[in-house]
């Protein structure tokens, strides 16, 4: 995996033409562009050139602006151990809304420390479980790894939650 999902749905709707533009885009870090962004914005140039396409860019700068007030409150309540339902609720969000925002934050390279609600979801044995299966899983599918932990039965959340922490510590 090198671009979530949510990656790459904007890059389906800001059209990257640069590695810059590139770095717009949730859970795109700086190294990430740097790194594997050149054949994806390439790609993405050329398909613009040939279709004609207008990009959005007051639509980019209107949604960075957002997101970068999203990730401050995210971290900032992170940092203060504040319940993540507590987070969500504050913020109108759905549980799994706040989860991706969060998931987004750690892919782009910011180190997120979730144990205090982590603790409270998973015994250490099932943490260390989940963590194993995503150093070692060939997809970021989640529905995936449900059925491969499937005699835990672990939920969505917990799966994606350790995720989050997974990306956070080993920036995957």
Do not use: H
């Not at 997101?67 to 992170?78: A, D, L, R």
């Not at 151990?81 to 969500?88: G, P, Q």
């Amino acid at each position: 995996m090198i671009f979530l999902e949510s990656s790459l749905q904007d890059m389906a709707t800001l059209y990257p033409t640069s590695v810059a533009d590139l770095e717009k885009c949730q859970g795109v870090s700086k190294g990430k562009a740097i790194r594997y962004g050149k054949p994806f914005v390439e790609m993405i140039a050329q398909y613009v050139a040939d279709n004609n396409i207008e990009r959005p860019d007051d639509f980019v700068m209107k949604s960075v602006v957002n997101k970068s007030g999203n990730k401050v409150y995210i971290i900032q309540n992170t940092d203060r151990k504040v319940s993540l339902e507590t987070i969500a609720k504050n913020k109108g969000w759905r549980m799994d809304e706040m989860l991706e925002e969060m998931e987004t934050i750690a892919a782009s390279g910011t180190k997120l420390n979730l144990d205090y609600a982590i603790d409270e979801m998973l015994d250490d044995d099932d943490q260390d479980e989940i963590i194993e299966y995503f150093k070692t899983c060939e997809t970021s599918s989640l529905q995936v790894a449900q059925q491969e932990l499937a005699e835990f039965d672990f939920n969505w959340e917990q799966l994606k939650i350790m995720r989050i922490k997974f990306l956070s510590e080993y920036g995957m």
